[in-house]
């Protein structure tokens, strides 16, 4: 079973629990500003829902990017963490490089079937991070 994550997109979070490029599930969850709040906890559900364990993936996909600094850290840390925790492979694709899930999902999993145990997936950002400084206390 592959898992790929997508926080690219601005109002929402898509995850995909994928047997096969043909063969695979999709749960969006609404996730604007709420990535690091939202995410494990779906991928949680979604694997319990599906009666499957962290330790059956063979393999990690997360799209790299370009989108919100935030919400790119927050997928792709997240897909490379759980790769190196388990020890399987990690692969990122960006957003411009597939139109629908079916295409998602096949080419994460032809990337994932070259990959090694260890590789990492870097973010694709779309401007600078735009952090704002504390206001002052009085």
């Known amino acids: 079973m592959y898992l790929i994550i997508n926080t690219a997109p601005i109002d929402k979070i898509e995850i995909i629990l994928a047997k096969t490029k043909d063969d695979f599930k999709l749960k969006v969850m609404p996730g604007e500003r709420k990535q690091s709040e939202k995410l494990l906890i779906g991928i949680t559900a979604f694997l319990k829902v599906n009666k499957l364990k962290l330790d059956q993936l063979k393999g990690i996909g997360a799209v790299s990017g370009p989108g919100r600094f935030t919400s790119i850290r927050i ?3 997240l897909a490379n963490v759980l790769g190196y925790g388990l020890g399987i492979p990690v692969a990122g694709i960006e957003a411009g490089e597939y139109k629908n899930y079916p295409e998602l ?12 145990p260890g590789m990492v997936v870097l973010p694709v950002y779309n401007a600078e991070p735009n952090i704002t400084r504390a206001k002052p206390k009085k």
């Open 105 to 116: 999902t096949k080419r994460i999993i032809i990337r994932l079937s070259h990959a090694k």
């Open 75 to 77: 997928g792709v840390t």
